[in-house]
Each structure stands twice: as structure tokens, then as C-alpha cells.
């Protein structure tokens, strides 16, 4: 079975560097857009977070808040209950072996690198939420 999972959107806050047995990855949100009209006329907008876990930390200085990015990979989701409101919701998140950022701008500069970086699409580590029987979703 083959669960991958491509997205577009908008980065909600700077990549972070996390290890996991030793290996690098680096972890962002992106925020997935959608608007519809229903029949009647009514204009509807839904957002989805998804968590996203990227092997290497190359693409670390692009990876910033409010950039538009480009995301394949692996979907996983995990259901948790709520501690503040007893509600049950359901996680999303790509181990991702393709990022592209839209634009390939620094944090602190606005200059295209000379060598474009390398998204690689080597194997995914699996991260701490990957496992079946762990109910958290991070």
C-alpha cells in the first residue's frame, strides 16, 4: 500500500532542527488552504495544519514562516483525545522526501544560492510518532 501525500502552502513558523537516533531532520507546519461555495451561495474556508518531518537540515534557512512551499512524501495520521476539551481530533503529518520551497529566500538575505540545495529523496528515519501504539500525535 502506498499512502503519499503532495501539498501546497504557507509554512507556520521556522523549521526547527530535531534528532532522532542520532539523525538530523528538521520539522515545520504548513497550512493547507481551501474555499468552496456551497449551492446556496455561501462562501466556505477550511484550514489543515500539517506537521512535517524532513530529512538533513540544508533547507533550514528557507524554511521560514509564511513561505510558500511544496511537500511530497509519506501520511501518516494519529487520532488523540484532547486534554482541554475531551474532543478527538486527527493529526496529519508527511514524512516528506521532496521539499521545495517557491521562493529560495534566506531569513536574513534575499539572495539566490549559487548551487540550488539539494532536496534529496533518500529514506525517511521513522520519527517518534510514527508508532501505532503510541496515542500522542507528536
Same mark, same amino acid.
Request: hydrophobic share 35%; glycine share 6%.
Given at each position: 500500500m502506498l499512502k503519499q501525500l503532495s501539498i501546497i502552502g504557507n509554512i507556520g513558523l521556522d523549521a526547527?532542527?530535531?534528532?532522532?537516533n542520532g539523525n538530523k531532520h528538521l520539522k515545520f507546519?504548513? %497550512? #493547507?488552504?481551501e474555499s468552496y461555495t456551497?449551492?446556496?451561495? +455561501?462562501? #466556505?474556508?477550511n484550514t489543515d495544519w500539517v506537521t512535517v518531518y524532513y530529512p538533513g537540515v540544508?533547507?533550514? &534557512?528557507?524554511?521560514?514562516?509564511? %513561505?510558500?512551499v511544496f511537500v511530497q512524501g509519506k501520511m501518516r495520521t494519529t487520532s488523540y483525545k484532547s486534554q482541554k476539551d475531551g474532543n478527538y481530533h486527527v493529526g496529519i503529518s508527511i514524512n516528506a522526501n521532496i521539499v521545495e520551497p517557491?521562493?529560495?529566500?534566506?531569513?536574513?538575505?534575499?539572495?539566490?544560492?549559487?548551487?540550488? #540545495?539539494?532536496? %534529496?529523496?533518500? &529514506? #525517511? &528515519?521513522?520519527?517518534?510518532? +510514527?508508532? &501505532?501504539? +503510541? +496515542?500522542?500525535?507528536?
Open positions: 526547527v532542527v530535531e534528532e532522532n507546519t504548513v %497550512a #493547507v488552504n456551497k449551492a446556496n451561495g +455561501d462562501k #466556505v474556508e540544508g533547507l533550514k &534557512p528557507y524554511l521560514n514562516k509564511g %513561505a510558500k517557491f521562493e529560495w529566500k534566506k531569513n536574513e538575505q534575499s539572495a539566490q544560492p549559487a548551487q540550488p #540545495v539539494t532536496t %534529496a529523496h533518500e &529514506p #525517511v &528515519p521513522i520519527m517518534a510518532g +510514527d508508532n &501505532p501504539n +503510541d +496515542d500522542l500525535p507528536f
